[in-house]
């Protein structure tokens, strides 16, 4: 039986460069064997008992004709077979300087507008170009990668993809001359089917037949993908199921691409032509311009600082150019902590670099609050690359200590509009990142079904809050850009993070020192959802709407962390704590008149968990139109506070109505709880992040809050110690 | 070829690989292949900001050429379909080409302008044209012995 069981050779045709030598698998070549033999065999098959009569009896071309078509097939099958299909050699180890701990698992690319992400492969040590994937059976990195295709037993990339979808359509056409012609015959040998040369036919017209409908739904699909521009690893992950495709130029030109295009060069396995030019000091240098002199004095012979702060600025204007209307970043890291050492390798010159981070910021631990796991907090250098090939996992987002920030969870999946990076690397970590991560624990688990639509080609935040880990990095990025100009550099080259900025509407206003007034409702909110430590409660049923809620608590997050110990985050929280209450107290008399004059009608909206709600939420409705519902929930019966809590108590513990304002009523319950003192309602109100949590959260302290806010209004007056649960959990006692 | 003397003045100078900067590629257009142009702060002090721009866009010229869909292009495929790909054991392909373009190119900028800079340029191909890697060289004063890979690249090309 001639065959091309050398096609058992395999389609490794790669040099030496590209991986390791590889035990032999005699199973990879089962697929292989089976079509050669089956296509060889069957036609030939047909061209000895078929052909002759069809020449004689049909025409002579019919002959010629399948045997054209048969050799193109053939010849497809073969290159599909033994062409490289665009592996990439190895990175040398020169290319990864950078330390595995700190740098991060994904960059993102900007293509046509459109963010994509670069995941590093720990196999080849780079990080994958757009478009490639690595192939575990050829354990190759492969450029354009479309699958692997087992009855080729070879990759199908940038180089072969042609030939594997002209394999296809000519195994399709051959299939169908074959069978078409074979039908003809037993047509017209009715009457001779005992004899050898129908049966042969016969038997030959089974096996096509056979073959035809997945050959034929196969290359049906392949032309899907070419008109489409997409490819099969793009298909079928749903890269592209909600979004734009960055990488087809229209229809016919896609068509053309893949027939017409030039046959791309192999990467691996070439003749590498010997360097001969000698380098050789003295080294001519080029004159230094008058900026640079003068920079050299200033800056005390510490010349990395000026380098490093032109090209961040150069770099800043190309990502401020591409982020199109990022309002200017503030002032980078470097400028204060000059003379560090800049990160000099092949990743820290991607595009989506940030600013060195001072090794006092990549080297902080993350906050870890007690919900969270404390061994991914403590370990987070470990976690970016180290493992990185298949465990992608929510920890190492928030546990990046590095720079550059990373939505982490999907592996190979989606494509997200989010280019963000942090500048601050872990710093701001803290209850952000746990936060973030708890968020992003369940996004991401909703944010996995919905992977395809996370590529974005809309700003959305229905895509950030599905991207699970995307908007922790979100959170995260916001909490660090939307603090007062901290260490947090970088403009952000996503469309996304900017749509975000643009749908929120606060950002900017929250400041440090606007946090530290209570009068101001964002960050009365904030500092509500800082002080709570998030609970992974899963989001899923989050609905989009949400996620315009999330930003802004998450805002708030920034201040603490941002310069900031745990411990001194703790004591701030304190001394928030005391102020708010001593706000509160001082103005617990003509507020609550204004309460009371505004509760009555607030309380009309009816079955509403009655949340008892300090003035800032009052003050919401001015900034957050959103929060506008939570805030007109039945204010509590502050009016009630004389009769404590029979009225609130009865008052339903229905349901919070929206979701969406359940976590920032949620929110908001849990720090007026603290406000309130009532730390037995914390608990309950920790998890007030997630809709479900917020929903739990404004059920729960009903009963006890209003007991709380009873104490809270009648207690002000005789002061003493309350005690207040602050971030982390820990309890402290303020006197009042 | 004369022969060297290791005088007690004259030592000799050698250079020796301090420093790889790698420029990434930009894929701001697409898969096409195409290298960033943002002059990297390394080379600030090694040479011109108009050279070494020059010489990327030159390359990012040559590859688009290489990459063009054009007519060329067009016949080569029909011509290797004709003859069932046997075509590729004559032919060298356009790409391919263009590829020695780009090589002889390299070779030329690293002998005029790059090495007596204290730099090199590795032809991109060479890491699956995923980077330009410039290799940055310091003088490490003068010493008898030749470190480095750069100095032992052949005096013959002297």
């Known amino acids: 039986m ?84 665009g592996v990439f050699p190895r990175a040398e180890e020169d290319e990864d300087k950078e330390d595995d701990f700190r740098a991060p698992l994904y960059k993102t690319v900007d293509i046509k507008g459109i963010q994509v992400r670069m995941k590093w492969c720990s196999s080849c040590r780079f990080y994958r170009p757009p478009r490639c994937s690595h192939c575990s059976v050829c354990d190759n990195c492969v450029e354009d990668f479309d699958h692997h295709c087992p009855w080729v037993n070879n990759c199908i990339g940038r180089r072969n993809y042609r030939h594997f979808f002209l394999f296809l359509l000519s195994l399709t056409i051959h299939i169908m001359g074959v069978f078409g012609f074979g039908l003809l015959y037993v047509l017209h040998h009715q ?8 049966a042969v036919t016969m038997a030959t017209m089974c096996v096509a037949g056979l073959f035809f409908i997945p050959v034929a739904g196969l290359t049906g699909f392949h032309m899907v993908l070419v008109v489409r521009g997409r490819t099969t690893n793009e298909q079928v992950t749903g890269k592209f199921r909600g979004g734009v495709n960055p990488f087809t130029n229209g229809c016919l030109k896609n068509i053309s691409h893949v027939l017409c295009s030039a046959q791309a060069p192999r990467y691996v396995g070439r003749w590498r032509g010997m360097q001969t030019a000698e380098v050789q000091p003295p080294f001519l240098r080029p004159p230094l311009s008058e900026a640079q002199l003068e920079a050299k004095v200033l800056d005390n012979g510490i010349q990395n600082d000026c380098h490093s702060t032109r090209s961040k600025s150069s770099l800043e204007q190309m990502e401020s150019q591409s982020a199109d209307a990022e309002p200017p970043p503030p002032p980078k890291p470097e400028l204060r902590y000059p003379g560090l050492p800049r990160a000099d390798t092949e990743e820290s010159s991607l595009l989506s670099d940030g600013p060195p981070t001072p090794s006092m910021y990549k080297y902080r631990p993350a906050y870890s609050s007690p919900q969270m796991n404390h061994t991914a907090l403590t370990h987070p250098n470990k976690m970016i690359r180290g493992d990185s090939l298949d465990s992608p996992s929510i920890l190492q987002l928030s546990c990046q200590p590095s720079y550059r920030s990373e939505p982490s969870t999907l592996d190979g999946g989606s494509i997200i509009g989010v280019g963000v990076r942090r500048g601050g690397g872990e710093r701001g970590e803290g209850p952000g990142g746990t936060s973030g991560m708890g968020f992003g624990v369940s996004g991401g688990i909703s944010g996995y079904s919905l992977g395809g639509r996370s590529y974005t080609s809309y700003p959305s935040s229905l895509v950030l809050s599905t991207g699970g880990s995307l908007s922790s990095s979100m959170r995260s990025a916001h909490t660090h850009h ?48 800082e002080l709570s430590p ?20 998450g ?36 507020h609550r008149a204004y309460l009371r004059a505004i509760s009555p009608p607030l309380l009309t909206p009816p079955p509403h968990a009655a949340h008892p709600e300090t003035p800032h939420l009052l003050h919401q409705d001015t900034r957050h139109p959103h ?14 506070q004389p009769s404590p809590s029979s009225p609130c108590a009865r008052s339903p513990d229905t349901p919070v109505s929206p979701p969406p304002r359940g976590p920032s009523l949620g929110q908001s319950l849990s720090y007026t709880r603290e406000a309130g003192l009532q730390h037995k309602a914390w608990p309950m109100g920790g998890g007030g992040l997630s809709g479900g949590g917020g929903i739990g959260g404004t059920q729960a302290p009903q009963s006890t809050f209003r007991p709380g806010l009873a104490n809270h209004s009648t207690s002000k007056p005789g002061g003493g110690v309350k005690k207040v649960t602050g971030v982390g959990g820990t309890t402290y006692e303020i006197s009042v | 070829m004369a022969t060297e003397f290791h005088n007690l003045q004259e030592l000799r100078h050698s250079a020796s690989l301090a420093n790889k900067v790698f420029l990434q590629r930009d894929y701001s257009e697409g898969t096409t292949c195409r290298f960033q142009t943002k002059f990297p702060s390394e080379l600030e002090s090694r040479i011109e900001r108009t050279l070494f721009e020059d010489t990327v866009k030159t390359l990012n010229n040559y590859y688009a050429e290489a990459e063009k869909m054009g007519g060329q292009s067009y016949l080569e495929g029909c011509l290797a379909c004709a003859t069932a790909y046997l075509i590729f054991l004559c032919m060298e392909t356009r790409y391919e080409k263009v590829l020695k373009k780009i090589g002889r190119y390299i070779q030329e ?38 470190s480095g890979s750069s100095s032992t690249s052949g005096s013959s090309a002297r």
């Open chain 1, 534 to 553: 998030q609970k992974p409660h899963a989001p899923t049923a989050f609905p989009p709407a949400t996620t315009f809620s999330l930003p802004a608590p």
């Open chain 1, 191 to 198: 009457h001779q089917l005992d004899r050898v040369h129908s």
């Open chain 2, 109 to 146: 900028q690293n002998e005029k302008i790059y090495a007596p800079r204290g730099l090199l340029i590795t032809d991109p191909i060479e890491r699956g044209m995923r980077v330009i890697e410039i290799s940055i060289y310091e003088d490490r004063g003068s010493s008898g012995s030749c």
């Open chain 1, 2 to 85: 001639p065959g091309f069981s050398s096609g058992g050779l395999g389609g490794e045709v790669g040099g030496p460069a590209s991986s390791s030598p590889r035990r032999f698998h005699p199973s990879r070549y089962v697929p292989v064997s089976a079509t050669t033999t089956f296509l060889v065999a069957s036609t030939t098959h047909f061209f000895c008992f078929t052909c002759p009569w069809l020449s004689e009896h049909v025409s002579s071309v019919v002959p010629i004709y399948n045997a054209v078509v048969f050799l193109f097939t053939l010849a497809n099958f073969c290159m599909a077979t033994f062409m490289d299909p």
């Open chain 1, 627 to 640: 929060l506008r519902a939570s805030s007109s929930r039945p204010l509590p019966p502050v009016s009630e």
């Open chain 1, 555 to 590: 805002v708030g997050d920034a201040p603490l962390q941002g310069y900031t110990s745990p411990f001194l985050s703790a004591q701030m929280a304190q001394q928030r704590e005391g102020q708010l209450l001593q706000g509160s107290a001082s103005f617990s008399s003509p």
């Open chain 1, 482 to 529: 939307n603090t007062l100009g901290t260490l947090q550099s970088e403009g952000t080259t996503d469309t996304s993070y900017k749509s975000l900025a643009n749908q929120t509407p606060r950002n900017g206003s929250l400041s440090y020192d606007s946090l530290l007034t209570p009068s101001e409702s964002p960050e009365f909110e904030s500092a509500a959802h």
